[in-house]
């Protein structure tokens, strides 16, 4: 059975950091892409980056291009994504996904397993 489980969230001040971590257990990633997403309260679920199945290729989102890098390490099964400049509008539940297939999407509904998320909330 796919499983995916992130964490990492917490409550961090404008400015600050925060790594999250998205583990898989029931299957191998090195064949899958991965992407990540964030929902905020009454808002639709959408794309923040994506890495391809083999890590040589990342795609983000413009309002977190230049402060999120997404990274995967393959030999622990496991994707990162580094948020650094964290901003009070960055507040939301994060989830991943992962999807068979070298090339990665910012559409939820190119992916097939998900995690339950992890919440991050950027507040003084």
């Known amino acids: 059975q796919l499983q995916l489980v992130e964490s990492g969230g917490g409550l961090v001040q404008p400015g600050g950091s925060l790594r999250l971590s998205c583990a898989a257990s029931?299957?191998?990633?090195?064949?899958?892409?991965i992407g990540w997403f964030q929902q905020a309260p009454g808002k639709e679920r959408k794309g923040v980056s994506c890495?391809?199945?083999?890590?040589?290729?990342?795609n983000y989102g413009d309002s977190v291009s230049g402060r999120f890098t997404m990274s995967r390490d393959n030999a622990k099964n496991t994707v990162y994504l580094q948020m650094n400049s964290l901003k009070p509008e960055d507040t939301a539940v994060y989830y991943c996904?992962?999807?068979?297939?070298?090339?990665?999407?910012?559409?939820?509904?190119?992916?097939?397993?998900w995690g339950q998320g992890t919440q991050v909330t950027v507040s003084s």
């Open positions: 890495i391809s199945s083999s890590g040589g290729r990342t």
């Open positions: 996904a992962a999807k068979e297939g070298y090339v990665c999407y910012e559409a939820p509904h190119k992916y097939d397993s």
């Open positions: 029931g299957f191998t990633l090195d064949y899958y892409s």
